[in-house]
């Protein structure tokens, strides 16, 4: 079949993804460069470019500090390798709190410099006007509630929510609100279990777990925490390989060549063609 023939790939889209609650789990992991997005694409329904790229790729000691240009350079990298998947790109602090005005400024400037689907927002209740305004306005929205690290100053660091009736209260109420207010998915990260069940149970939204629910959704994984390259991951994380060990022993072997002189050999170096 010629290349011109082939069936082009159909992208997830907003409304795919919400037509998926209480359906076939939706999968979903985050994604920062090109060729890591290339090799994920095939296996999610949605990639997350996550503000926890300050973390894993930066080496940042919290989210705070990312910027709307270090999310733009990386959307657009996911973006160059990605065909299915739906590319979500998260606001960064301070990108969306001062008023819905300004929020639709930065997410359409994140949309169209690199021509993601959608964009994430952490939802706390003052985030509904917000998330109602980007939607009418035809800005596709994926809410996030529960543990929220761009709130870790306040909150003292990264805490699991809804241990206590109050806080269970104020989280349901969180996502109510996220999805009357038109959020095509909520993220439910670090509560425990019954409270993400009964906000799944609540919204018409699909919800899409990380330390929450196996009953979410969908679940999603920062990528770096899954392949094990992570020196510590929080206890939700299930390593499905271990790259960091791999990197380790190629490096260790790698530099045992170079010092023996045994790398570069024979077939690694170029020779003049005789004649």
Known sequence: MSAQSETPVKRQTPPSIRARKGGEPIVCLTAYDAPTAGLLDPHCDVLLVGDSLGMVVHGLPSTIGVTME???LHGQAVMRRARQALVVIDMPFGSYEKSPQQAFENASRILAETGAQAVKLETGAFAAETVRFLTERGVPVMGHVGLRPQASLADG????????QTERDRVLEEARLTDE????SI???GTSQDLAEEISAAVSAPTIGIG???KCD????????MLGQSD???RFVKKYADLRGLTDEAARRFAEEVRARSFPGPEHVYHVKAG
């Open 70 to 72: 270090m999310m733009i």
């Open 157 to 164: 660091g990264f805490k699991a929510k809804g241990r206590s």
């Open 181 to 184: 207010a038109g959020a095509f």
């Open 187 to 189: 993220v439910i990260e």
């Open 212 to 214: 929450a629910s196996a």
């Open 218 to 225: 969908g679940q999603v994984l920062v990528v770096n925490d």
């Open 232 to 234: 510590w991951v929080p």
